[in-house]
């Protein structure tokens, strides 16, 4: 059964900081993986998209890197923002037709002005 | 473009009543849907995916169920609600298996 973990929880930085979110996962035979912002009582909204076959990705201020091998991938935020402020997670997808995606608990971000 | 309905925003409905939670997507043919439900501080669990009209996968036992009446609808409903029915409901729909998921604004039921 894919686990996902997300170090850290929590995370507090001041603005203009660069920094990185991990994501863990256990079952290294995915097909992709997703990471979103979720803002407080929202939805997700999709920030990068990261196939298997594929080492990193970018968009603007974010990029995503992807070792399957190792089941790792992080999330780097270039010159943070208050409105960065979310919580980050990412969702790892089996390659089925069913396309079940197992999803991290998050990491909560603050960015101080 | 695509885009991705859930309604209502909030609910709040008394222990022993019936459920209903829509969601449509516009602008896509024969999606993947799922409906995912969140605790509070937690990531999303899966619930029950469809991957055509009236193909309904349930992934954990519980009080509900879900239906695909039309191509690009999806209904979470249950006869009788339970406390612990209580959460964040999320659709999402993709093209395909693989393809890249998106979510509607989620739906916070509050059982009472």
């Known amino acids: 059964k894919q686990e996902v973990t997300q170090i850290p929880a929590a995370l507090s930085v001041p603005e203009g900081e660069n920094l990185v979110l991990n994501c863990s996962f256990t079952?290294?035979?995915?097909?992709?993986l997703q990471w979103f912002r979720q803002d407080p009582g929202k939805g997700l909204t999709s920030l990068l998209l990261?196939?298997?076959?594929?080492r990193e990705q970018t968009s603007g201020r974010l990029n995503a890197s992807l070792d399957k091998s190792s089941g790792r991938s992080t999330l780097y935020i270039a010159a943070s923002q208050p409105g960065d402020s979310a919580t980050y997670l990412c969702?790892?997808?089996?390659?089925?037709?069913?396309?079940?995606?197992?999803f991290g608990d998050g990491t909560t971000l603050t960015v101080k002005p | 473009s695509q885009t991705i309905h859930q309604w209502p925003a909030t609910l709040v409905q008394p222990v022993g009543s019936p459920l209903s939670l829509e969601c449509t997507v516009e602008?896509?043919?024969?999606?993947?849907l799922y409906w995912y439900r969140q605790a509070a501080g937690r990531g999303l669990q899966l619930l029950f995916y469809?991957?055509?009209?009236?193909?309904i996968s349930s992934e954990v036992p519980q009080n509900l169920s879900a239906s695909r009446p039309q191509d690009r609808q999806f209904i979470l409903s249950s006869k009788k609600l339970l406390l612990s029915d209580s959460g964040f409901y999320l659709c999402?729909?993709?093209?395909?298996?693989?393809?890249?998921?998106?979510f509607g604004q989620g739906t916070r039921l509050t059982v009472v």
């Open positions: 999402a729909w993709s093209h395909t298996g693989v393809g890249e998921a998106f």
């Open positions: 079952d290294s035979a995915i097909y992709n």
């Open positions: 990261i196939q298997s076959s594929q």
């Open positions: 969702a790892v997808r089996q390659g089925t037709n069913a396309g079940k995606s197992t």
């Open positions: 602008g896509t043919s024969n999606p993947n």
């Open positions: 469809s991957v055509g009209i009236g193909q």
